[in-house]
């Protein structure tokens, strides 16, 4: 990703009011992030615990969706896969996310959801955590195609939330 400032990431997110969008709590260090091998950022909002915030860079303009997680958690005892970065955690690391549809549907109440990483930590995730079946490759490159299916799974969210 290109590095992005706070108005930056402020005016991309698609599905929320702009009083949302400024009341959001950003990542402290937006500007030693490693944006370089960063696809996606992805973060939950310190200030407001239920909500959190995803965003990509599409043809170079970043667009950012809103997020909010259950109020229940799934069961430890549960192994639970990340739809994003398909990392299989302990159900407590794992978060049914809703996103309010951008528009009118969105104002209509309409969202769309899906099981994430409920750190939303999904980025880091591909590129350290490599699954064992893959251990004998190189990492990094195993960590770059991890990294372009995790890219092309949020679009896919987003698209849904654009619908
Ligand atoms: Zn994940």
Redesign the pocket.
Known sequence: MEPMTEQQVRRSFVNCSKGEANSATLPRDLGDLPWGTLDVLGWRDPKAPLRGYLVVQREGRPVGIALRAAESRMSARRTVM?L????TQPGDA?SLFTARRAGEAGRNGNTVGTY??AD???AA?VRTDIPPWLRERDPAEVGEELAAE?RHRVEEFLAAVLR
């Open positions: 990340c994003l970065c398909r990392s794992v994430v990483c939303l930590g999904c995730r995790l």
